[in-house]
């Protein structure tokens, strides 16, 4: 994609709250949008992803929805635990040859 | 299954030095990418190979390279460093069925850093 705006850039929530990361992009021709989980000193790790003929989709307690008229796409998570506390990635791939396109991160904290 | 190698896990290298870096992809992966990631400008897409050639390149100077061997794993090399290539530098396997829709598996990265 040509870019990719996520927000908020921290997200602090209780234990057992929901918590919602939102994101919005540029190109059009962008038809897959993946989200990934950074914990410390560890590589980026897939959690869900979503294509453009698909409006949502649900994986235990992590969903993604995607509005493609308004071009953005939200991660909700249910019932959050401690484990959840990490950096959070949204990602696109658009029609241009230039791999996944990030957004800035969300660190998601996760209070006890 | 085992998952995305890379090595080294960390690199300590002084401006004006080349280096290399190596990823191992997911078995039965053809295609690896690499990215960047720092604290300014996040994690930026570098270069994509499959089969060996380099399909697909991002916003980087010439100095960033890579390659591919027959047995899909990848190299990349940066010469002439500078301080602002210090970065933890990840690499991506995906079955490659076609950039658009392939899922993209992570490695642990290697962290560069440039005095």
């Known amino acids: 994609g040509e870019n990719v705006e996520q927000h908020p850039s921290t997200l602090s929530v209780q234990e057992g709250d929901s918590a919602v990361i939102k994101c919005t992009y540029s190109d059009s021709a962008s038809n897959y949008f993946p989200w990934y989980k950074q914990e410390l000193g560890k590589g980026p790790q897939l959690i869900i992803d979503?294509?453009?003929?698909?409006g949502e989709k649900k994986d235990q307690r992590i969903a993604v929805t995607l509005n493609k008229t308004a071009k953005h796409f939200s991660l909700h998570i249910t019932e959050t635990q401690p484990e959840d506390s990490a950096v959070y990635f949204c990602a696109d791939v658009g029609g241009g040859a230039d791999g996944l396109t990030f957004g800035k991160g969300t660190h998601l904290i996760i209070q006890p | 299954k085992a998952g995305v190698t890379q090595t080294p896990r960390y690199l300590i290298k002084t401006r004006g030095q080349q280096v290399t870096l190596s990823c191992s992809p997911i078995s039965g992966h053809r295609s690896v990418s690499w990215y960047q990631q720092t604290p300014g400008q996040g994690l930026q897409f570098l270069f994509e190979y499959f089969s060996e050639t380099q399909r697909n390149k991002g916003n980087f100077p010439g100095r960033f390279s890579g390659r591919q061997f027959s047995n899909s794993r990848s190299e990349m090399n940066v010469s002439t460093l500078e301080l602002g290539d210090s970065a933890l530098y990840l690499c991506?396997?995906?079955?490659?069925?076609?950039?658009?829709?392939?899922?993209?598996?992570f490695g642990p990265g290697t962290r560069l850093t440039v005095l």
């Open positions: 991506a396997s995906s079955l490659a069925l076609g950039l658009d829709t392939d899922t993209q598996y």
């Open positions: 979503i294509r453009s003929n698909v």
